[in-house]
């Protein structure tokens, strides 16, 4: 994050990554420094006038394990997309269409190392299509296997390319494996505890939480967290005490609560993460890594992620040339365009952290120049000074992802601000209020984050409060957001953000209004039944159902989920 807290003798004293840095997000922000435009901005892809096919293929859950396949929501199979689209993405091919109002389907055949996996027929423009396939086919080992989708459609082919893991049963030294569901993006995890149980789908909710000065000092603050309904600690570095740092660990696992591990001062060091790895992988709560903060901030060599993912990667049980480990890793990008491809690839999820409350976005405080795309900083990297500033960058970011063809090995997570009141010459002038705590943190899920981790703890009891009230709603609202079979609606209805999703009978609104004022937002506006419903509240940050029971009300700055039976 921008704040990086330093024990001294004289108490806790913020200090700026950006002050390090030449430059921020690769503009100038200096008085003294001239206008120089950036570069490094996201390459936008050609349009087309006539459709072309996009064909991905991927495997459904990574990484398979021996045994799989008896669980019917973690299917062994190929998970097959067909996208039609007007513009040069990855993989786009030309593709003629006889008879556009009846398609029709691509025959599909799927190859590892010419060796027959599946095939199947898979309608043109869908997404998500499994094709089954026995793992008895192939043989676990560390290096990922090369998968070849070939479509036949009219006499056109197409293909597509991807990797493949299976790997062996966990080694000695490894103490857990975190899956990923790639028809959503979730996590996959056994319980934290340690004691054994399936994998099932994990929300990560929590906060970076300061270590020094915060969790080595209390070690029954995991308990607590865990009471109030967070699932995941992101430990903040410097652990200056192993022991301090083992006890924590114990204490998570104790307690249930998941390891998001962060590597951001060494990340670049190879022995440093290489000592680190081969320390915190053993942990059965370990549910991934972290290594690069801010790296497109700070102008990090364009490799370095990558180059850190993969020897990560390669101490975890994999590769480390591609193919997945035991455990996902992750990183925060904090520009909004900047070297987005070079960063990005070197993580399996991507976490933004737009932090807009109490801040002027548009006139530096700190540095007494404007903020432009070409010049200075203002925190919040060519923001508006608005909510939207946060569900535009998970948009941005998903965009890129479905360019690049990644938007099956790449998860978005969100970082809401829950920090405040720097006082001297820092841009953030207040905490955000609890309710816009989770404003941020609902706008984030409803525009695809499958993981709630702030900026940072210690923070004030009035977000700690909010926070853990959407920590507990999440609970029952995992098995909507992160279901494979849910089919997912998004609405804005006058600023109100709303996502919905339904599964079966039930659909799950979660809305949050971004205006400082009261809004009502019915049934109706949502394109959802209107008679013959009941309606059910489970997430209260200042909303209700309305008196007619014909849709919600939000307060100012309030947020709400709903289960709607129909």
Not at 254 to 274: H, I
Not at 403 to 420: D, H, I, M, Y
Not at 503 to 530: D, H, Q
Request: hydrophobic fraction near 35%.
């Amino acid at each position: 994050m921008y704040i990086q807290k330093c024990l001294l003798a004289v108490g806790l004293v913020h200090l700026f990554s950006v002050v390090g840095a030449q430059t921020w997000c690769g503009k100038n922000y200096k008085k003294t420094q001239p206008i120089v435009p950036p570069g490094g901005h996201f390459p936008i892809p050609a349009s087309s006038s006539s459709p072309l096919l996009a064909l991905r293929c991927s495997q459904t859950i990574k990484p398979y394990l021996p045994g799989d396949g008896s669980d019917p929501n973690q299917p062994v199979s190929i998970l097959v997309d067909t996208p039609l689209v007007f513009s040069q993405i990855n993989n786009a091919k030309t593709i003629t269409i006889p008879d556009p109002s009846n398609p029709g389907s691509l025959s599909i055949t799927v190859t590892a190392n010419s060796q027959l996996l599946a095939q199947g027929s898979v309608p043109l423009n869908s997404t998500r299509h499994e094709l089954p396939f026995s793992l008895s086919t192939l043989q676990p080992r560390t290096q990922a296997y090369t998968i070849t989708c070939t479509a036949s459609y009219n006499s056109q082919t197409f293909t597509a390319t991807s990797l493949l893991t299976y790997l062996p049963n966990l080694p000695a030294g490894i103490g857990s494996v975190t899956k990923t569901d790639l028809r959503t993006g979730a996590l996959l995890a056994r319980p934290a505890n340690g004691n054994g149980g399936p994998f099932s789908p994990v929300f990560p909710i929590g906060f970076y939480t300061q270590f020094d000065s915060y969790l080595a000092r209390d070690l029954s603050i995991p308990s607590q967290l865990a009471s109030q309904g967070f699932t995941i600690i992101h430990l903040n570095p410097p652990f200056t005490d192993p022991l301090a740092l083992d006890a924590v660990l114990d204490n998570m696992q104790q307690a249930g609560l998941y390891v998001m591990y962060d590597m951001r001062f060494d990340y670049m060091n190879s022995a440093s993460v290489t000592t680190q790895v081969n320390n915190i992988k053993p942990r059965p709560n370990l549910l991934l890594w972290y290594t690069a903060d801010e790296p497109d901030g700070t102008s990090d060599p364009l490799s370095a992620t990558v180059t850190a993912s993969n020897l990560i990667t390669s101490l975890d049980g994999g590769d480390g040339v591609g193919g997945a480990g035991y455990h996902p890793v992750s990183l925060v990008l904090n520009c909004q365009d900047y070297n987005f491809n070079s960063y990005a690839k070197g993580a399996d999820i991507i976490l933004q952290d737009v932090y807009m409350v109490g801040n002027n976005v548009t006139f530096s405080t700190v540095w007494g120049t404007p903020c432009t795309p070409d010049y200075g900083d203002c925190g919040c990297d060519n923001c508006k000074g608005t909510f939207e500033d946060i569900s535009d960058r998970m948009d941005d970011y998903h965009d890129r992802f479905v360019v690049n063809g990644w938007e099956r090995s790449k998860a978005l997570w969100t970082v809401p601000q829950g920090f405040g009141n720097e006082t001297q010459v820092w841009y953030w002038k207040r905490y955000p209020t609890g309710k816009e705590f989770v404003v941020e943190s609902i706008l984030g899920i409803n525009h695809g984050g499958l993981g709630v981790v702030s900026w940072d703890d210690p923070t004030s009891s009035d977000i700690k409060t909010y926070a853990s009230l959407l920590a507990k709603s999440l609970k029952q609202m995992t098995r909507f957001i992160l279901n494979a079979s849910a089919t997912f609606r998004h609405a804005v209805v006058d600023r109100v953000d709303v996502g919905m999703w339904t599964v079966g009978s039930e659909t799950l609104v979660l809305g949050t209004n971004m205006n400082y004022e009261a809004r009502i937002v019915t049934l109706a506006n949502l394109g959802l039944p209107t008679s013959g419903v009941s309606l059910t509240q489970i997430l209260n940050s200042d909303s209700s159902l309305t008196g007619i029971n014909n849709g919600f009300f939000f307060e100012s700055v309030g947020s709400g989920s709903f289960i709607v039976t129909h």
